[in-house]
């Protein structure tokens, strides 16, 4: 997908999130957070013309200093790779998720929403 399809995905209505500029693991010692997180956000804004609040950490790694960095960029919400459903007392900054994969079938698709 190109940008301007990514643009045809938002007025669809879908959304489009942040999942880091090179897909580093963020709790890597060596990873820019600055780079991986905030620039990555402004260049998906500048080229969507389009908010990007949401984030998913690559492989699921995240700690509370790449959580606060998520934060302070103003994401709202980050999803990791914790399976379960995501309720209104978890921490928008550490979400669970439900895995929904291309060999899901239906009846289960129903279950696990």
Known sequence: MDYADLRQCISDGFEIGCHSATHVSLTSPTANLEQEINHAKQKLEDRLDSLVDSFCYPYGHFESNVCNWIKLASFTSATTMIRSRATSADNPMRLP?????????????????
Do not use: D, E, N, S
């Open 97 to 113: 998720r439900i895995p929904i994969t291309w060999h899901t079938l239906p009846h289960l698709f129903v279950a696990k929403i």
